[in-house]
């Protein structure tokens, strides 16, 4: 059993909406996984040229606007569990938001981002920040849109399933640990997904797709199956389609709470989770993203 990791879930607060969509996910999932819960708010003073001395003040405002964000954050922490079971930390960090929340991660088993900051002066996490952290980060990040911005979902998002997509490549391979892991706790069903990208390829004469259909479905269902002994609590659906990865993920999102992609894949015939697909998934879906990384 692996260490936990000392920060548990990061998450970046800036005081927009999606940043509070962003720390109440955070605390929801602190609480699911029993880890700390560590809250960092960056100020982030944006350089000018010819250099001008700082104006009088401005740093004590800058300072003060980001412990209010913090406070209000830790607030809505609060109010968002319904017991104190969880371990809250913050802080403020005189820096660059993306190399600041990327080093933060290598002690962290989860970064949190919201998708969009409110990008003032002492604002971050812009969707250029949500990016960066989802290229480079060292361990899993969660992206999450700002609540009201998802579309209507056809059932309890509470009880939508969690969708995995999967090729078996190592970074697949992390992604279905955490969605078996977030299926779990959350008690609800898992759709994986493996979609074969190069359409063309199943349109060349001879091909029989039906017979490849039937061995990748075998293939899924081998590299499933260790998974669902030691979740044997989690329903899984096995979905394997001639379709573009990224389009059958955002179609099949649409009644989902959570997906779960590798950070890349394999390429090729078989190959699925690359960066342009989650690269897709996380800047088009509706819903929470986690992008399965690791150092």
Not at 66 to 79: F, L
Not at 109 to 121: D, F
Not at 130 to 144: D, Q, W
Not at 177 to 193: K, P, Q, T
């Amino acid at each position: 059993m692996s260490t936990p990791k000392r920060h548990g879930i990061v998450v970046g607060v800036d005081g927009s909406p999606a940043s509070n969509s962003a720390v109440c996910w955070a605390a929801r999932d602190a609480a699911l996984r029993g880890l700390p819960l560590t809250l960092v708010h960056m100020v982030n003073l944006a350089p000018t040229w010819p250099e001008m001395p700082m104006l009088a003040g401005i740093s004590v405002w800058l300072e003060e606007d980001g412990r209010q964000v913090i406070e209000q954050a830790i607030k809505m922490v609060k109010d968002a569990l319904a017991s104190d079971k969880v371990h809250i930390s913050s802080q403020l960090i005189w820096s660059p938001p993306t190399p600041t929340l990327i080093e933060l991660s290598r002690e962290a088993e989860i970064l949190v981002v919201g998708s969009h900051g409110r990008g003032a002066v002492a604002r971050g996490l812009l969707g250029s920040v949500s990016s960066g952290v989802v290229r480079r980060a060292n361990c899993p990040v969660a992206v999450i849109r700002e609540e009201g911005a998802s579309e209507p979902h056809p059932i309890d998002p509470e009880s939508a399933p969690v969708l995995l997509g999967i090729d078996g490549s190592p970074a697949s391979e992390l992604a279905t640990a955490i969605a078996f892991d977030e299926a779990s706790r959350r008690g609800v069903e898992l759709n994986a997904v493996h979609a074969w990208s190069d359409v063309e390829v199943v349109e060349l004469p001879g091909l029989d797709w039906s017979a490849c259909q039937e061995e990748a479905a075998q293939i899924l269902a081998e590299r499933l199956a260790g998974w669902q002994e030691r979740y044997p609590d989690v329903k899984v659906h096995r979905s394997v389609v001639c379709d573009r990865p990224a389009r059958r993920l955002l179609k099949d999102a649409s009644s989902a709470q959570l997906v779960v992609v590798g950070s890349h894949g394999r390429g090729g015939l078989a190959g699925m989770l690359l960066g342009s697909v989650s690269n897709a998934v996380v800047h088009s879906v509706h819903i929470p993203v986690i992008v399965a990384r690791q150092s």
